[in-house]
Every structure is written in C-alpha cells, then in structure tokens.
C-alpha cells in the first residue's frame, strides 16, 4: 500500500485544519476540476468501443472547467475563456459530430488542439502570480507541458510501434490529472490577499 499513499501525498496538496469557508464560485470549479480527473482517467480505463463516447464527455467537463476558471482568475481572462472555449468546446463538436458520423476537416482539430495548448498555458501564468495555488501545482502543470514533448523527441525512433505511443498518451495524461487535481486541492486553502480585498469591498 506504500504506492498509493505516495500518489495520495502527490495529489493531496498542502495540508489544512479545518476546512475553510468557500465562496460558490471556487467550489463549483473544485468540483469541476475533480469530475474533469474522473473523466480523463475513465477515458483510459474503459474498453475501445465506448471510447468515442467517454472522449466527448471527457471535452464537455474540460468546457465545463474553462468557464468556471474564469470566474476565480484576476486577469486575461477574455483571452483565457476564449482559448478555453475554442479548444475544448470545439472538441466537443468534433467529438459528437464523429459520433453522428459527420466528416470533419482535420484542420479543425488542429486548431482547436493549438487553442487548448493556449489556455493551459494561460493558466498556468496565473496560477504562477496566484498564492493560491502552489508551485508543485505549477511545476506539475509545466511537466504535463513539457514532458510529452521530450518524450516524443526520444520515441521517435520507435514512432511506428504502438506501445510507444501508448505510453507516451499515459505519461501526459497522469500528469495532466496530476495538476488538474492538485489544482482542485490548492483552492482549498483561502487567498490571503483576496480575503483581505474581499473584505474591504464588503
């Protein structure tokens, strides 16, 4: 059992007492953000043929995630929400209209793969300017960036075999569940400046 109290001090994110009084909004997106880990790792736990299926539902909560973002970020969020809606509500589309069995130019999921890219990283500046969440979270953010990238440079020589490839989508998507849900943990604990602003606006 010594492994999964490892993956749980991973995710778990910084200890508190008690827990805090939360405002709706940061609730909603905890919430989301949760619901957003379950889906992604249903889309590589359940079997191939209701794939497609899990893949549209998995693009429908990461939309459901980017508007409830908005709602606790302090800046650039036109562009964020933008990038966001672009990217994971253009999956959304993609995704149904694969269903219903529509053809579907591949160009439109490169943009929308190029929009998705856009926004995490537009998150991931604000979370690095936001002490509400915590540089392992950013760190596993970036890793879940960069990561991927490394790890193709140095399976291209194995690009044909499908193991690689296999392995490569699992590496990117446990650290993806890895920030989203330390991303959920972090919000946890209230804003020290954002308490004080709150209060003087009261």
Do not use: K
């Not at 109290?5 to 007492?17: M, T």
């Not at 953000?33 to 539902?57: C, F, N, P, R």
């Amino acid at each position: 059992m010594s492994w999964a109290w490892g993956i749980w001090q991973i995710l778990r994110g910084p200890a508190a007492g008690p827990p805090p009084q939360q405002d709706r909004n940061t609730l909603r997106v905890r919430v989301a953000l949760y619901v957003a880990v379950a889906a992604m790792w249903l889309l590589h736990a359940i079997a191939s043929w209701i794939w497609a299926d899990m893949a549209v539902i998995h693009s429908a909560v990461m939309w459901v995630v980017v508007l409830l973002f908005m709602r606790v970020l302090d800046r650039d969020r036109e562009y964020t929400r933008g990038a966001g809606v672009l990217g994971y509500g253009g999956f959304t589309v993609i995704g149904v209209l694969d269903l219903v069995g529509r053809p579907v130019p591949g160009w439109a999921e490169t943009i929308c793969g190029l929009a998705a890219l856009a926004w995490t990283v537009l998150i991931l500046r604000a979370q690095g300017g936001d002490d509400r969440w915590g540089r392992a979270t950013v760190a596993y953010g970036i890793a879940a960036l960069v990561v991927p990238i490394l790890l193709l440079l140095a399976t291209l020589p194995f690009s044909n075999e499908g193991s690689a490839v296999e392995a490569l989508g699992v590496v990117s998507s446990v650290l993806v569940m890895i920030w989203l849900a330390r991303s959920a943990h972090d919000l946890a604990v209230p804003r020290h400046q954002a308490a004080v602003q709150t209060t003087l606006e009261a």
